[in-house]
C-alpha cells in the first residue's frame, strides 16, 4: 500500500484531532501525508503556531506541511471559487488518493467552507484520477453541530488506531496551547475517550470514525 494522502483542515490541530492515529497508521503502510492547514487559528496563539504545526505532524511522521494562512474563521468571505483553486492546484501537484477533511455539518463556519471547497475541487471528471474523499470528526466542532439527519456526523468507516492512540495524544502536545482541561471535549482524555467509543463500535480497544463521502474503485 502506498501513494499520496491529503488532510485538508480548516486550523492548525484539526488535522491530529480528527485523523491522527490514521495519518500515522498510513504512513507506516507507505503512504506519503501532506497536511494543509488553510487559516491561521486563533490571534492569542499565532505567535509560535506554525512552529507547533510543524513540530506536532513531524512527531507524526509528515514531512510536508502547507499553510495557506487565510484569516480565522473569515473562510465565508472569500468567493469559493478562489478556495477551491488552492485545493485544485494541490491535488494536481500531489495527485493523492485520498483526501481528509471536516465534515458537512461541523458548527465551525470555516469547516463547513471548506469541506464545500474540497467537494467542489475534486468532482469526479472523465479522465481525471478518482480520489477517495472522507470526513473526520473534529472535537468541539462535529458533535455541538445540529443533530439532525442533514447536519449529523453518520460514521460509516472505521480505522483500528489501538497501535498509533499513544502517538496521536503525544503530537497533540504540542497543541498543548488549544487544548482544554476535561470534561472538555478537545482535551487529552476528551480525545481520548471518543477513541473508545469508536473502538467500542467495532470491538477494539480505540478506533477513528470517518463518513464516506464518495469511494470509486476502478
Known sequence: MNGNALVIAAHPDDEL?????????????????????????????????KQNVELANKYLGIEETIFLEYPNLLLETYPLHVINKEIEFLVAKYEPSIIFTHHYGDINIDHQILFQAVLTAIRPLPGKKAIELLCFETVSSSE?????????????????ITDT????????????????????????KGVEHLARVRGMTIGVEYAEAFEIIRRIWK
Request: charge should be positive; avoid cysteine.
Open 165 to 188: 492512540i499513544d502517538i496521536k495524544l503525544e503530537s497533540l502536545q504540542f497543541y498543548d496551547v488549544e487544548m482544554r482541561p476535561f470534561p472538555h471535549p478537545r482535551s487529552y
Open 17 to 49: 484531532l480528527g485523523s491522527g492515529g490514521t495519518l500515522k497508521k498510513l504512513i507506516n503502510h507507505g503512504y506519503k501525508v501532506i497536511t494543509v492547514i488553510f487559516a491561521k487559528g486563533r490571534i492569542e496563539a499565532e505567535q509560535n503556531m
Open 144 to 160: 455541538w453541530s445540529q443533530q439532525t439527519n442533514d447536519k449529523s456526523f453518520k460514521p460509516n468507516y472505521y480505522v483500528d
